[in-house]
């Protein structure tokens, strides 16, 4: 029998570390989206927590006290994206830091004529290239509304998107994927929700209709996946957790090559469960 240094590292932490029973259960019932995960399942999502936390510092901002029940409510929906991958999908950084609600993100971009402006808006959430994950604990907490907005999970796709380098919407696949099929599927369904995003909103601003814009489309997915392919992953991981039978009736081949991605079929958790 072969010894292996990190599983017997990993089962060291799980025998010394553990989530108490009852905010395990607390952070369960929280957690709209873990609906329908086997019994097999929820033991293998409590294991990934722990060594997650174990291995990610989390830390408050502007005054925030991080609790443990906070702890567990970030890590489970940061974990249930790789619940069939494994933890070496988050390495190569360790900080989370969490404001109580949204911060102000200062960026810098050029114009059509090439000058370059300073910007600054506030956001809920953000992931940097090698560095930490900033979440808003306010957006963070917002779980279960059946909206598909889910802070956490979007930030993390960010982190599996960017293991390539910067974010572009295409991670790293598994073998057996193709490459091709995935650029083709999400091509197609990225250019199309664009112009149905700019349909609506023109047709808002013709008829002078106030809004916050949320004009659901006819899938009801955030508009926000239209800004750029890396934001229609990560919008789309959101729906594909939060509401897959949305994604998987109005974008069937994203669904597939998402659970091909993810190597779960939360679809098929929700109408079994």
Not at 128 to 144: K, Q, R, T
Request: hydrophobic share 45%; proline share 4%; glycine share 6%.
């Amino acid at each position: 029998m072969s010894w292996n240094f990190k599983d017997w590292y990993r089962h060291r932490i799980l025998e010394n570390e553990s989530i108490p029973d009852d905010l395990w259960k607390k952070t369960l019932a929280q957690l709209g989206f873990l609906r329908g995960l086997s019994p097999i399942e929820l033991k293998r999502l409590r294991e990934c927590v722990t060594l997650f936390l174990h291995a990610k510092q989390i830390s408050g901002a502007h005054g925030l006290i991080v609790t443990e029940e906070m702890h567990v409510v970030i890590a489970a929906q940061a974990c249930i994206l790789i619940l069939n991958l494994d933890l070496d999908y988050y390495d190569g950084w360790v900080e989370i830091i969490v404001y109580p609600g949204e911060f102000i993100r200062d960026y810098e971009y050029a114009d059509e004529a090439g000058v370059v402006h300073h910007a600054s808006e506030p956001v809920s959430g953000e992931s940097w290239l090698g560095g930490p994950v900033i979440l808003s604990w306010e957006d963070a907490a917002a779980v279960g509304a059946g909206v598909g907005y889910n802070v956490v999970i979007h930030e993390f796709a960010h982190k599996l998107d960017m293991l390539n380098g910067d974010a572009n919407g295409s991670p790293p696949l598994h073998a057996g994927m193709s490459q091709q099929a995935w650029s083709e599927v999400f091509s197609k369904a990225y250019a199309d929700f664009c112009v149905e995003v700019d349909a609506v909103e023109a047709m808002i601003i013709d008829s002078h209709i106030e809004h916050d814009i949320d004009p659901g489309l006819g899938s009801y997915i955030d508009p926000y996946a239209a800004e750029s392919p890396a934001e229609f992953f990560a919008v789309m991981s959101e729906a594909f957790f939060e509401m897959p039978l949305v994604v998987k009736i109005h974008f069937s081949a994203v669904y597939e090559q998402l659970a091909l991605f993810y190597r779960q079929d939360p679809a098929q958790r929700w109408i079994e469960s």
